[in-house]
Structure formats: C-alpha cells, structure tokens
C-alpha cells in the first residue's frame, strides 16, 4: 500500500483502543534555554513507554489469526520489542524479539515481562538472526521501521500533535531507520505544508543526512552512541522517499548535546525521557536548527525507556 493520510487516519482508530493520547505540553521554563516557544509531545508517556506501540499495534492487528498463531517475531534495540510484546501479548501470540546485548536491561526486563522470549546478539546482527528465527518457525517479522502499516501507526501522532498544537511552526523527530520521521512528516505535509518536520540523528551514524545528500540509500558503519533506540545503520528503502518528500531537514547531533538536551529535560523541564528522545534538545542547544524567540517549536519524546545507570552519566553533563 501507499502511504497516505487516509491510511494514517485509518490505522488510529485502529490502534485507539490500546493507545493513550499523549500530552503535549508547553514548557516555558525551556524557552531561554532553546532560543524558541517550547512543546513537548510526551511519547514518553505512552503505554509501554515509547511510541513504538502505535507502529507495532497496527501491524499486529492486521495479521490472520494463523500468523499470529505461528508468533511474531522482532529485531528491536528495545521500544520496538517492547511494543511488539505488548500487542502480541494483547491478541494472545507469542513473541520472540532480538535484541543487542548492549541493549539498556531496563529495557530488556520490561520486553520479558510481557511474557516475550529474548534473544541477545551483537547490534549488527539482530536483524539477520531475527530473519534465522522466522525461517525456523514459520513466524512472523514485523518490522522497527521498514513497512508502511509501522509507519502509518506512527504516522498518528502527527495527526494528535496538529490537534493540539495547530499553530507550531517547527516540529523535531528523533530519526533512527525513518519510521516514526516518515509517518509524522506525512501526516503533517497533508495537514500543514507550512510546518517544518525536522529530523534529528545522531552525528555517530548520520544515514539520512548522507542518504539525502546522495539522493539515494546509504549505509553508514556501525557506531557506538548514548543514542540507543536510534541505531539503524541505513535508511528503511520504504520510509526514504516518504522523508525525502515531506521532512524539511536534518540536524547530526552529537552525544554530549544529547546528554546536555536530556539533563536539561529533567532538571528544568522536570520531564524524565531517554537520550534518544532528547536529541531535539540536543539539536537546538548545539544550534543546528534555526529559531527565533517566537518560533513554536515541538519536541516529538519518543520514549521514557531509561535505567538509574543512565541517569548517573548526566551527574557530570553541564549546560
């Protein structure tokens, strides 16, 4: 299927009964720091604690009775999984989800507390042993980010940030393989063309601002970074021409500005998220996206999924 806004319109009232509408929030106490009128869409929030719920509910949802009965199957760096999980555990299918060994283990005791089997390997290899797994059982993938129903799930939180927010001006995604930033940026152009959707990605593998310069998928090595949930090595091929069309721009941002966009979050916007979440923050305090004083800028948190060994790191962060 093509990806459109009717799709994306189609798959909340699909997902509505399993979702929360998320706040938004207008953090003023921000608004120095950033240069900018500060929102928050408080993904963080959601049921399982990240927005990969809406992706993975709407995928689940559309399976046959028979795929479900074989189980699922996910690579996932762990919101994935976790919303994997927690549908499957929704519809009564098992699931199996692949993880990296270096995976936060708050997130890994949250997936296996759904009830879902993990399996730990090297992070370039998830997907490949995700694919091994499948074959064995006759099981199900569904995908972090490279399918249109994942992005069209994810796609509905465009639609609840123009209801709530209708006059924002700027809106920042945190931009891994390109589901969330494709499905938002989509919604958004079809709502509000005027509206700029910014991606952010961490400047450790920068594979969209590669991939756009280029004009075509680019894979880009493996890097370890503070950024975990945003760990794709290459664009999803079937997310890139919908970002390529509908986002704005991109900003590469680097660890410490992400530290330092999460630090802040917590001790002045008193907002607990992960530091893949506060790459937006990170973005606007390292000055990779133009603001003005009275620009409207929302921050898309994608997830709340952090440890107490992540928050110990930011003792040492200074803003």
Known sequence: MALTINEIRSARERISPYILRTPLLRMEMLDGYLGCKVYVKAECMQTTGAFKIRGAMNKALQLTPEQLKRGIVAASSGNHGRGISYAAKMLGARATIVMPRTSPQV?????????AEVILCDAPERFRLAEQVCAERGATMVPPFNDEDIMAGQGTLGLEIMEQCPNTDIVIVPVSGGGL???????????????????????AMPRYT?????????????????????AAQTPGPKCFPYVQSNAYGFATVDDAYILKGMRLLLTEGKVLAEPSSCIGLGALLQGLIPVERDTRVCLLLSGGSVGIDQLRVLEDVAL
């Open 107 to 115: 997130k890994i005791e949250s997936i296996r507390s759904l009830g």
């Open 181 to 203: 930033i494709g499905g938002v940026s989509t919604a958004i152009k079809a709502i509000a063309p005027s509206v700029r959707v910014w991606g952010a990605e961490p400047a």
């Open 210 to 230: 590669r991939s756009l310069a280029a004009g075509e998928v680019v894979t880009v090595p493996y890097s370890s970074t503070v950024a975990d949930a945003l």
